[in-house]
């Protein structure tokens, strides 16, 4: 008969009962308590997907499980799947043991970028899980070719498919040369001033000629 561990050896059970008056050739039937049901965790579930192997517990009667997302992980871990399995695989439990499951949860800390180049921020981001990040370009008064900027920001807890978005600074433009004072080449052409115009003096009409009169003679 299955039991508790505590009492796993001991008598739970007779038949016939005490005191009871038998012959003494009867046989006396003891059941003897053989501790908790037991089952053995299977090898090769760590690196499985943390439902498969959930199902592959149930299916030997196990009756504590958990699955709990890992602290920490290797960042080429895919989301959920198992990195350690507690007890050990392999071990012969009862089957009401709590066994733990700890998976991947796919994310990664975002590395600090600030100040890097762009051939060593690939090289963090490719380290933490991530794939190459995004690069975009600003005029800065930091060295050109510099990270200025980041997207998510460092620290922050990400899935290793984010896209992370990088600001590379660049030197300012120059600036605008002053508008030229020269002179122009050619002298500007002096007009000349216009003569007034010519007035003539009007023209006098010639005085009227006086008819003398001659006297008549009254005495012819």
Do not use: C, H
Request: charged share 25%; net charge negative; hydrophobic share 25%.
């Amino acid at each position: 008969m299955n039991g508790d561990e505590e009492g796993k050896g001991t008598v739970t059970a007779q038949d016939p009962l005490e005191n009871t008056v038998v012959p003494v050739t009867s046989t006396v039937i003891i059941t003897v308590n053989a501790g908790p049901k037991t089952g053995t965790i299977p090898d090769g579930l760590v690196g499985q997907d943390r439902k498969d192997v959930q199902n592959a517990l149930e299916k030997l009667n196990f009756t504590n499980i958990q699955s709990n997302k890992a602290k920490s992980e290797n960042p080429n871990a895919k989301p959920g799947e198992v990195l350690s399995i507690s007890p050990r695989e392999g071990e012969t439990v009862p089957l009401d043991t709590k066994i733990v499951i700890r998976y991947a949860t796919g994310k990664s800390n975002v590395p600090d970028f600030d100040g890097l180049t762009r051939t060593a921020a690939i090289r963090v981001a490719n380290e933490a899980g991530f794939d190459d990040p995004a690069f975009v370009e600003r005029e800065s008064s930091q060295p050109a070719g510099t990270v200025i900027a980041q997207d998510p920001a460092a620290g922050a807890k990400a899935d290793r498919d984010t896209t992370i978005r990088l600001v590379l600074a660049t030197a300012p433009s120059p600036p605008e040369p002053p508008p030229t004072t020269d002179q122009p080449t050619e002298p500007p052409t002096t007009k000349q001033p216009t003569e007034p115009p010519t007035t003539k003096p009007p023209t006098k009409s010639p005085a009227p000629s006086k008819t003398t009169k001659t006297p008549s003679n009254s005495n012819s």
